[in-house]
């Protein structure tokens, strides 16, 4: 597997999880640069957890381009500066000569170099994978499937949060595909396997405080630790509102499937056409990204209404979409792989 990731808080929970899963064969991490966190401070935060995986702490860190492939979609700034000091955790000092790779040169070569085909956790921004699959296709067989959290289906999307976005025009997209539309619709077409986790399921499974006092437990592993630590800090954060187990739930469905007792297949597309969508007033201003998109030609603003949308579309590509998983399974199995062996 490898995670393709934002670096915000609930990924920092989902690679724990992976990192501890036994189960699993992490090959890397590439970080989307148009993420939660600068890509100095992701993949400095990246490599702070891998090494409480002693058999991951030398997996190489990517990270890519800091730009939507069109379009002017960011994150508020105060949400990359939190993500940046991963809520107060006590990270080790930068080295000064650490150098990561680019994020989809990092991709393609994992892609390149494995033999069996590989999944992608895909819990951020599409911007590094359809990077890849545009400059070489060929590595599409390379994918085995990507699990993607994101995009809303029958619900309403999430980019309206209280105190930062309560007038945000956009209510269909989900933070993830809203950021970068282009390479959203881009993966969505390419043909690779996906299995989508969206609000849809993610909204039925809250963050609770039951569930944060089960991992309340002495003698515990270090990434089980440091889930506590962040689960105690958001349930007792004011700026968070309600907290759902995004990323999470999707690093578990990728590496139990079965859990998803809800799936439907469907024909998808991602809204990514031209608009009037500038950003937002808290986030990147408009002059400072760059002039040309990812084609080369003139960037961009996208529909300011809908962009990052999942929509039905008899011409797309079918998605296994998951639509429901229990909680309670779910936190079984989140909590049971925190204190396997590693």
């Excluded at 702490?57 to 492939?69: L, Q, R």
């Excluded at 033999?115 to 545009?134: E, F, K, Q, R, Y």
């Excluded at 991992?215 to 700026?239: G, H, M, V, W, Y």
Aim: glycine share 8%; aromatic share 8%.
């Amino acid at each position: 597997m490898i995670i393709d990731t934002d670096m915000g808080t609930d990924d920092w929970l989902a690679i724990a999880y992976i990192a501890q899963n036994q189960n699993i064969d992490l090959l890397g991490i590439s970080i989307v640069g148009n993420g939660i966190a600068s890509c100095t401070n992701a993949a400095h935060n990246a490599q702070y957890l891998l090494n409480m995986s002693s058999r991951n702490a030398n997996k190489p860190i990517g990270c890519g381009s800091n730009w939507p492939m069109d379009g002017y979609a960011s994150y508020p700034k105060i949400w990359r500066e939190t993500g940046a000091n991963m809520m107060g955790e006590k990270i080790p000092p930068m080295d000064p000569n650490q150098h990561y790779e680019n994020g989809p040169t990092l991709l393609a070569k994992l892609l390149r170099e494995s033999v069996l085909p590989v999944d992608i956790l895909a819990i951020g921004s599409m911007t590094n994978i359809a990077s890849v699959i545009s400059a070489e296709p060929a590595l599409k067989r390379k994918i085995k499937r990507i699990y993607s959290m994101g995009g809303a289906v029958n619900t309403g999307g999430n980019l309206r949060v209280h105190g930062f976005t309560d007038d945000h025009t956009n209510t269909k997209a989900e933070w993830n595909y809203y950021i970068d539309p282009v390479a959203t619709k881009k993966v969505f077409e390419s043909g690779v396997p996906i299995t989508l986790v969206p609000l849809d399921a993610t909204n039925k499974v809250p963050l609770t405080k039951e569930f944060i006092a089960r991992l309340n437990e002495p003698k515990q592993k270090p990434l089980e630790a440091f889930s506590f630590r962040i689960f105690e800090n958001i349930s007792k954060s004011t700026t968070n509102g309600e907290y759902f187990h995004w990323d999470p739930l999707t690093a578990a469905v990728a590496s139990n499937p079965e859990i998803c007792d809800k799936t439907q297949k469907l024909k998808l597309t991602v809204v990514a056409d031209k608009g009037k969508d500038m950003g937002l007033k808290n986030g990147q201003v408009p002059e400072i990204f760059p002039f040309t998109n990812s084609a080369g030609k003139k960037r961009q603003p996208l529909n300011e209404r809908s962009a990052g949308a999942t929509v039905p579309s008899p011409n797309g590509k079918v998605i296994d979409v998951c639509m429901h998983v229990d909680a309670g399974k779910f936190e079984n199995l989140f909590i049971a792989t925190l204190r396997s062996s590693n």
